[in-house]
T-cell receptor, first 113, second 115 residues
Framework: DGGITQSPKYLFRKEGQNVTLSCEQN?????MYWYRQDPGQGLRLIYY???????QKGDIAEGYSVSREKKESFPLTVTSAQKNPTAFYLC????????????FGDGTRLSIL | AQSVTQLGSHVSVSEGALVLLRCNYS??????LFWYVQYPNQGLQLLLK??????LVKGINGFEAEFKKSETSFHLTKPSAHMSDAAEYFC?????????????FGEGTQLTVNP
């Protein structure tokens, strides 16, 4: 079945540590996205990529980094510069047509130890 | 620039009652509009979308929404609520005529269904 796989489902970060969240899709989508979800704040866009080897900052990119070396993969690194990383992180993908919906993974919940 | 406003962060209905979740948008170009549902600790699932054509759009699980350009609204309705409809619902907008489907989301409405 085609879809988006996020791993791990739960992740814990120690102070000063970088952690990487995995996102893989087999939908043959060009575009991929990372969102952060906090209670009562909806989804906020961190980074997005419309093509391999290219990506753009979203609304809250500070303290995060991404890479897009393969069409299928768009990992997100939460760096130690992100002072409030506790949140639910969602990865999505879509075609590049603006009338097409985004498809979402099941999320990774990141907490601080 | 575009924005989405969902009126009511929490809506509570009785089982069998009408569900109405409100969404208003602002967009400088004709928008594409989407409703998503999220169950606890899961990702978002598409309920329905409006791009062009018929303004009344039917989606999954008995939901429908009507695009009203004059009111800049895209409210989500379901005639009879079921316990399984309890979830969080998000309205989203994407500008037409652009490359890429970058979405702007509303802040969500938590739907509670009482027995």
């Amino acid at each position: 079945d085609g879809g988006i796989t996020q791993s791990p489902k739960y992740l814990f970060r120690k102070e000063g540590q970088n952690v990487t969240l995995s996102c893989e899709q087999n939908l043959n989508h060009d575009a991929m996205y990372w969102y952060r979800q906090d209670p009562g704040q909806g989804l906020r866009l961190i980074y997005y990529s419309q093509i391999v080897n290219d990506f753009q900052k979203g609304d809250i990119a500070e303290g995060y980094s991404v890479s897009r070396e393969k069409k299928e993969s768009f990992p997100l690194t939460v760096t130690s510069a992100q002072k409030n990383p506790t949140a639910f992180y969602l990865c999505a993908s879509s075609s590049r047509d603006s009338n097409q919906p985004q498809h979402f993974g099941d999320g990774t919940r990141l907490s601080i130890l | 620039a575009q924005s989405v406003t969902q009126l009511g962060s929490h809506v509570s209905v009785s089982e069998g009652a009408l569900v109405l979740l409100r969404c208003n948008y602002s967009s400088s170009v004709p928008p594409y509009l989407f409703w998503y549902v999220q169950y606890p600790n899961q990702g978002l699932q598409l309920l329905l979308k409006y791009t062009t054509g018929a303004t009344l759009v039917k989606g999954i699980n008995g939901f429908e929404a009507e695009f009203k350009k004059s009111e800049t609204s895209f409210h989500l309705t379901k005639p009879s609520a079921h316990m399984s409809d309890a979830a969080e619902y998000f309205c989203a907008v994407s500008p037409s005529g652009t490359s890429g489907s970058r979405l702007t989301f509303g802040e969500g409405t938590q739907l509670t269904v009482n027995p």
